[in-house]
């Protein structure tokens, strides 16, 4: 494949091979589980195409082999196991246990089942639970394998408007205007979003709002980065105390604490203009 291919699905989609971020079973695309995508995905209950399936395949014995297909939907999370050989044999599946419990019958090449999911979860929570699984009809090599599966819970998708009307606004504090509010309402929802406050002429600052952020740059010319979920049309506040660069001198100057509010994706900077400037207080 060429540079082109990469970047056309009409170039990627050649005979035998498809460029997508979607798995196949039974000859249908679905999308293919991972770690990551309990942060920056979702999924729509009643359109099981759009679940996220964890597809594993644990050896029984070099002939034999047990696969996994884990899923979750709005209310359950489902385990289907299926052993096959890569021989002529059809084996079956005796029995189950799960977590070193009571094995339970089958009888069969295959079998599903499901649990509910926690009570009050959240996105990334992580399921974990132990299969064991056995062979019926004994025959060369194990019989039995275990197959722990570790699934962290995806978020499930709330229909929204496409486009919302955006807002921004910047309010400072009667008392203290080093302290800044920042009121932001997106045109349309993005999972883990990450917003940029640039700091150029800062010693500290101080989370107001008990929002985590961490930092980049220096001190002197860096900034805060948050990371987190907006929601179209609704509207999310920042509240940060800076402590400008000059009141750490003897000069009373305008330092630029705050020069960029970038919501990356999301059409920039939010801050045109002048910088929003500090001003040095009594004590200091």
Request: glycine fraction near 8%; proline fraction near 6%; charged fraction near 15%.
């Amino acid at each position: 494949f060429e540079n082109e291919d990469l970047l056309q699905q009409e170039a990627a989609a050649k005979n035998g091979f498809n460029l997508t971020p979607f798995g196949s079973s039974n000859g249908e695309n679905l999308a293919v589980y991972s770690d990551e995508a309990c942060v920056t995905e979702c999924f729509k209950p009643d359109d099981p195409s759009t679940y996220f399936y964890l597809d594993s395949r644990s050896q029984m014995n070099p002939q034999i082999y047990v696969d996994n297909q884990t899923y979750q939907t709005a209310t359950h999370i489902f385990y289907t196991f299926t052993i096959g050989a890569s021989n002529s044999s059809t084996p079956s599946i005796a029995t189950y246990s799960v977590n070193g419990g009571s094995a339970v019958n089958v009888g069969a090449a295959s079998f599903t089942v499901s649990y509910p999911l926690p009570a009050n979860w959240i996105p990334c929570d992580q399921v974990s639970r132990t299969f064991t699984v056995t062979r019926g009809g004994g025959g060369g090599g194990a019989t039995v394998v275990t197959i722990p599966i570790d699934y962290k819970l995806i978020k499930i998708c709330v229909d929204e408007p496409e486009t919302c009307p955006e807002v921004f606004n910047v309010i400072r504090d009667a008392n203290d205007p080093n302290i800044i509010t920042f009121e932001y309402t997106p045109h349309r929802s993005k999972l883990n979003a990450e917003i940029q406050i640039t700091t150029p002429q800062i010693t500290a600052w101080e989370a107001m709002d008990g929002r985590t952020y961490s930092t980049f740059g220096n001190p002197s010319n860096g900034g805060l980065r948050w990371n987190g979920d907006l929601v179209c049309g609704q509207k999310i506040v920042f509240i940060i105390k800076f402590t400008p660069e000059s009141c750490s001198n003897t000069r009373d100057e305008a330092a630029n604490i705050v020069s960029n509010f970038n919501v990356k994706d999301m059409g920039g900077n939010k801050l045109p203009g002048k910088p929003l400037t500090g001003v040095c207080i009594s004590g200091s």
